[in-house]
């Protein structure tokens, strides 16, 4: 199976745990190709080198490429900004790519209370795998 995993790069030390699981499984885990330059930054370091990505390597069109070819999108949402499960405006435009792609779409954690897209979350059905990353075999 080919998972690409979408999340914030502030957490690419738990994203690198997540892709070496489903590795260690025999399957296909795909972050972000950028994810390794993140680890063991600070946060103010990983929020420049983020934009650095999205602006001048195409980071969000690379990750469409992924998510075209695997089989199953596990979106990574972790607490951030006070809020439990959040969902970015990155994954959340990520989760949209997998949904018009008709992608099984799978979420770490449940759906956060984020107002305004809560309920576009909910309308692409996606199946919340309450932390238990095995979820989505079934």
């Not at 690409?4 to 502030?10: P, T």
């Not at 025999?26 to 600070?42: I, K, P, R, T, V």
């Not at 195409?58 to 979106?75: G, P, Q, S, T, Y």
């Amino acid at each position: 199976m080919k998972i690409a995993l979408c999340h914030s790069m502030q957490y690419a030390e738990k994203v690198k745990e997540v892709a070496d699981f489903y590795r260690s499984a025999g399957h296909e885990a795909f972050a972000s190709s950028f994810n390794d330059q993140y680890l063991g930054l600070n946060d103010e370091e990983k929020e420049k080198l983020k934009l650095f990505h999205k602006y001048e390597k195409d980071a969000m069109r690379e990750h469409w490429n992924v998510i075209e070819k695997c089989d199953k999108v596990l979106v990574l949402n972790f607490d951030k900004h006070g809020i439990p499960g959040y969902i970015g405006g990155n994954s959340f435009l990520e989760m949209g790519f997998a949904y018009i792609l008709k992608k099984p779409i799978y979420l770490l954690n449940p759906i956060p209370k984020i107002p305004y897209y809560e309920t576009e979350i909910i309308a692409m059905k996606p199946t919340v795998l309450n932390g238990d990353l095995e979820k989505i075999y079934e």
